[in-house]
């Protein structure tokens, strides 16, 4: 083989050397860095699980506040409306009475036409 040729092949060959190297070094400075990204997941994971099973309980808890709230409103209202009701009712009556006497005073008594 030709000296050309030899020089040639050793430096390809040092150049595929070196390139193994610093793609080793590379590839494990990133798996240092999925290290770090895994580990900081897993760590926000443990934190997240029980803040979501306590949402999950405060949401439940709300729930049934409500559905108790509800129930009691419904109660107050069969409770307290139907003496409301009859209250406006009596007032209405009353009312209606009072503006018929002013009426009644204010006009006259309406008379009676000669025929």
């Known amino acids: ?3 050309g ?3 040639v092949l050793y430096t390809a060959g040092a150049a595929i050397v070196a390139l ?3 793609l080793m070094n590379v590839l494990l400075s990133l798996r240092k860095q999925l290290d770090r990204v895994v580990a900081a997941l897993e ?6 699980t029980p803040l979501a099973r306590e949402a999950r309980i405060v949401v439940y808890r709300l729930g049934n506040l409500t559905d108790q ?5 419904e109660g107050a209202g069969s409770v307290v409306m139907p003496p ?4 406006r009712r009596a007032i209405d009556i009353v009312r209606a009475g009072v503006t018929a ?3 009644t005073l204010v ?3 309406p008379r009676p036409s000669k025929a």
């Open 1 to 3: 083989m030709s000296t």
């Open 5 to 7: 040729l030899q020089v």
């Open 20 to 22: 193994a190297i610093v």
């Open 43 to 48: 760590h926000a994971e443990a934190e997240i």
């Open 69 to 73: 709230t509800q129930r009691i409103v």
């Open 84 to 87: 409301v009701i009859a209250a």
């Open 101 to 103: 006497f002013v009426g």
């Open 107 to 109: 006009k006259g008594r």
